[in-house]
């Protein structure tokens, strides 16, 4: 599709990560860096586009007293700031990355509290931005004011208008998504094993459980359902093809924001028209690279495409 990817994000954040040598929980931990970065899903999706050199408009709700990093953020990577500007602080969280096990610990802070008629502005600004780009990509949590069914109030809006929604949230936003009627759910969904087995209501311990419930959703629907599985890599379902993609173990210096660079990859694919093996390639490879950088960044493009050249698919 021609024009910008739009991503919209109700809940962002301000992710400041800490990098320490090792996290020893009860005791202190010195720091060997600090550093605050515009975040929140949508807005890390649209960072990792622009880096791709993928046109991108950001949208949905931020807080005005503490807006200057998502303002600086847009400024220096050409992104077009769309933002609903609203009454306080949008949240902090704070990322403990421990580099010797390559693990991270999230402290989410509470954010803005907005209502009803604020979701009401927005939907009316996708009317007229659906005009510039009809790819959206409608990603993260809620902020507190607002109902479960959020993100399905506006999937259903965008719909109408003849976007194509990717969809990546979890919990109560993910299942009320998943209810609405046919005609109403996103083209795309993005989950995680845990969010997939939250929806589920049951765990899903095998790659079979996990095909068997994405398959499921894929026949209520959803043209195409993504789910990350971590060191497993990725698996890419729809009405073609059941495809595992998967890269080699990569020490990560922080996870932050790698099912968001996989989401960026997919739908930067998926709107140039490539192949579902294609997709799948450049989707791992983007959450690969992200493995390596702190904040909502990617490598240059040519460390992207070597890591695309190394990513196998296999048919399941």
Same mark, same amino acid.
């Given at each position: 599709?021609?024009?910008?990817?739009?991503?919209?994000?109700?809940?962002?954040a301000?992710?400041?990560?800490?990098?320490?040598?090792?996290?020893?929980?009860?005791?202190?931990?010195?720091?060997?860096?600090?550093?605050s970065?515009?975040?929140?899903?949508?807005?890390?999706? *649209?960072?990792? #586009?622009? !880096?791709?050199?993928?046109?991108? %408009?950001?949208t949905? &709700?931020?807080?005005?007293?503490? @807006?200057? /990093?998502f303002?600086?953020?847009?400024?220096?990577?050409?992104?077009?700031?769309?933002?609903?500007?609203?009454?306080?602080?949008?949240?902090?969280?704070?990322?403990?990355?421990?580099?010797?096990?390559?693990?991270?610990t999230?402290?989410?802070?509470?954010?803005?509290d907005?209502?009803?008629?604020?979701?009401?502005?927005?939907?009316e600004?996708?009317?007229?931005?659906?005009?510039?780009?009809?790819?959206v990509?409608l990603?993260?949590?809620?902020?507190?004011?607002?109902?479960?069914?959020?993100?399905?109030?506006?999937?259903?809006?965008?719909?109408?208008?003849? *976007?194509?929604? #990717?969809? !990546?949230?979890?919990?109560?936003? %993910?299942a009320?998504? &998943?209810?609405?009627?046919?005609? @109403?759910l /996103?083209?795309?969904?993005?989950p995680?094993?845990?969010?997939?087995?939250?929806?589920?209501?049951?765990?899903?311990?095998?790659?079979?459980?996990?095909?068997?419930a994405?398959?499921?959703?894929?026949?209520?629907?959803?043209?195409?359902?993504?789910?990350?599985?971590?060191e497993?890599?990725?698996l890419?379902?729809?009405?073609?093809?059941?495809?595992?993609?998967?890269?080699?173990?990569?020490?990560?210096l922080?996870?932050?924001?790698a099912?968001?660079?996989?989401?960026?990859?997919?739908?930067s694919?998926?709107r140039?028209?490539?192949?579902?093996?294609?997709? *799948?390639?450049?989707a791992?490879?983007?959450?690969?690279?992200? %493995?390596?950088?702190?904040?909502?960044?990617?490598?240059?493009?040519?460390?992207?495409?070597?890591?695309?050249d190394?990513?196998?698919?296999?048919?399941?």
């Open positions: 599709m021609s024009g910008p990817v739009i991503t919209v994000t109700l809940n962002p301000i992710d400041q990560t800490v990098t320490l040598d090792g996290l020893y929980p009860g005791s202190v931990n010195l720091a060997k860096t600090v550093a970065n515009a975040g929140g899903k949508g807005v890390n999706v *649209a960072s990792c #586009l622009a !880096d791709w050199g993928t046109p991108v %408009l950001a949905g &709700l931020l807080g005005k007293s503490n @807006s200057e /990093p303002e600086a953020l847009f400024e220096a990577k050409g992104i077009l700031d769309r933002f609903l500007r609203v009454p306080g602080n949008t949240r902090v969280n704070i990322k403990l990355a421990d580099t010797r096990r390559g693990e991270t999230d402290i989410n802070l509470p954010g803005l907005v209502g009803e008629e604020d979701l009401d502005r927005l939907l600004r996708l009317d007229d931005l659906t005009e510039l780009g009809r790819d990509v990603a993260g949590s809620l902020p507190a004011g607002l109902p479960a069914d959020s993100h399905a109030r506006v999937i259903a809006r965008l719909n109408k208008l003849g *976007a194509r929604v #990717l969809l !990546d949230t979890s919990g109560a936003p %993910l009320a998504a &998943l209810a609405a009627p046919r005609e @109403s /996103p083209a795309c969904i993005k995680n094993r845990h969010e997939l087995e939250q929806w589920a209501g049951r765990p899903l311990p095998t790659l079979d459980d996990v095909v068997s994405a398959f499921g959703l894929q026949q209520r629907g959803i043209e195409k359902v993504v789910v990350s599985l971590g497993e890599g990725a890419f379902v729809d009405a073609r093809s059941v495809l595992l993609a998967r890269l080699p173990v990569i020490h990560a922080s996870t932050v924001g099912g968001d660079a996989l989401v960026a990859g997919l739908i694919a998926w140039g028209g490539a192949s579902e093996e294609d997709i *799948a390639r450049r791992v490879a983007f959450a690969a690279a992200k %493995l390596g950088r702190i904040g909502p960044h990617l490598p240059a493009p040519g460390v992207v495409c070597k890591l695309m190394d990513v196998t698919v296999r048919i399941i």
